[in-house]
């Protein structure tokens, strides 16, 4: 290589290592998680045990002891469609984050270009010696853009912040999907429970009115009396189809949920059977890094903050280098020699005089962006706070509700059976026997619903506190193509 060309080349790698140098600045604030006050413990609950914080994270949705329940999570979390674009959106933000960190790297590219001319001989200008006439060039082109004052940086911490709130997110769909999931089929058990009550109350509510048909025939009963049992027949007749189309409904909403066309859902355990999961323990401080809203809210947050930085680069010189190296001839077969050189190198410094407020408007926008997503972080926490509190004390209160309810059901068979041997023993009318009946109905379904309350309640801890149940469940959902903190490959 000539001395020239060394001596060109080692001015600009010298230029380019200043220029390294320089780049260690960044303006903006860093990051700091915000200071909250967390309470101790939750609002009535005793500090946790070793057991009960362990069971946070185990496949909880397994102690309900449905085999039939289990298949049906791993089902939605295979082939819900949530969590299809939930995965597909980290690969989206994965490309940004790849194309938003590229400038830190100098951008290289070549350039290749051949052809043939014929200058016209009746012009001014006179026709070259040669003519027509062969070009050919072969250009290496290279740039970077000097981070001096870190505004790539600072993007690039923001995108990874992106990045990681979208992982996230997919992660709070995993959670969402079981436990919705876990929700829709209780939900089901339980009106299939009262479909039960229902056709139960509807059979003995048809042999009353055709008894009393035969009686009225006989001149037993009056009129009056069949006019009534006629109508509570009625009653527990519409009450059937209307079950009937909850429980369809309830099945489709479901089949969609775990990604099948609408249709019907296989049943395992009944409502009675379904064992209720042990409650499981934690701290108000853990949910900052276990609840995936929470984490997805802190991202966002970091993202926010490293935009103020980027925004008050723009008042900063923006430096740029560039260079060429190349060979250029009139004939392919000169055009590697070492005349057909050609090369250039430079510097390009831009810098803002005057904006009209653009800039300030930029810095002014993201640092009220960012005390938006600060706001939105602290009021996540709040809301994780509020739904772990819910779900504790309406464990405990869904359970004496059940206790409760057991005793009336008890109660009300025996007083259904008394007032029928009343009615027919003469000392009493069918208006107590109607009374009975219906309340005891009632009180069927509504022991069902609080059947149903106490494992929906258990499912709703489990699904406040989060945890490293999420990691089970994860692994039967879809996965992006990539892994959170790996970088994007430095290739074309």
Do not use: H
């Not at 519409?238 to 009937?244: E, F, N, S, T």
């Amino acid at each position: 290589m000539p001395r020239t060309d060394r001596l060109l080349l080692g001015r600009a790698g010298a230029a380019l290592g200043l220029a390294a140098l320089l780049a260690g600045c960044m303006l903006g604030p860093d990051y700091r998680r915000p200071a909250l006050d967390i309470p101790a413990e939750f609002r009535g609950a005793s500090p946790p045990t070793a057991a009960e914080l362990a069971l946070a994270d185990s496949a909880w949705w397994r102690q309900f002891g449905d085999p039939t329940l289990d298949a049906l999570i791993v089902e939605g979390l295979r082939n819900n469609q949530d969590l299809v674009v939930a995965a597909a959106r980290v690969e989206q933000f994965y490309g940004v984050l790849g194309t938003t960190r590229s400038p830190l790297f100098p951008q290289v590219g070549a350039d290749a270009a051949g052809s043939r001319t014929r200058a016209s001989e009746q012009t001014i200008s006179p026709a070259p010696s040669i003519n027509p006439y062969n070009a050919a060039q072969v250009t290496l082109l290279a740039s970077w853009e000097v981070d001096l004052f870190g505004r790539i940086r600072r993007l690039t911490e923001a995108a990874t912040a992106d990045l990681k709130a979208s992982e996230a997110s997919r992660r709070g769909t995993v959670l969402s999907v079981v436990a919705a999931v876990t929700t829709g089929y209780v939900r089901l058990r339980e009106q299939d429970r009262e479909l039960e009550v229902a056709r139960s109350t509807l059979k003995l509510r048809t042999d009353s009115l055709k008894l009393f048909e035969r009686r009225f025939k006989g001149g037993v009963v009056s009129a009056v009396e069949v006019s009534q049992a006629r109508s509570e027949y009625a009653t527990a007749l519409r009450a059937v189809p209307v079950l009937l189309q909850a429980i369809t409904e309830q099945e489709n909403a479901l089949s969609v949920l775990i990604g099948r066309d609408p249709g019907p859902i296989a049943r395992g355990r009944s409502i009675d059977a379904l064992a209720a999961p042990a409650v499981p323990g934690g701290l108000p401080s853990e949910l900052l890094d276990r609840r995936p809203d929470i984490l997805q809210a802190e991202q966002t947050l970091v993202a926010a903050n490293a935009r103020i930085g980027a925004a008050k680069a723009a008042y900063f010189p923006t430096i740029s280098l560039t260079g060429a190296f190349g060979q250029a001839s009139r004939s392919l077969s000169d055009l590697w020699g070492g005349s057909a050189r050609i090369w250039s190198y430079g510097a390009d410094v831009s810098l803002p005089i005057f904006t009209a407020g653009a800039i300030a408007g930029q810095v002014e926008s993201a640092e009220a962006g960012q005390r938006a997503a600060l706001a939105q972080y602290r009021k996540t926490v709040q809301a994780a706070f509020g739904e772990t509190a819910d779900a504790l004390a309406g464990i405990g209160n869904s359970r004496e509700s059940l206790a409760a309810q057991q005793i009336q059901v008890s109660a009300l068979i025996n007083y259904a059976r008394l007032a029928s041997k009343r009615f027919e023993g003469g000392y009493t009318s069918y208006l107590e026997v109607i009374d009975a009946e219906r309340s005891l109905f009632n009180a069927q379904v509504q022991l069902a619903q609080a059947q149903g309350d106490v494992l929906l309640r258990a499912a709703s801890l489990y699904k406040a506190l989060g945890g490293g149940w999420v990691d089970l469940a994860n692994q039967d959902a879809p996965q992006p193509a990539v892994r959170l903190g790996e970088r994007p490959p430095l290739v074309p």
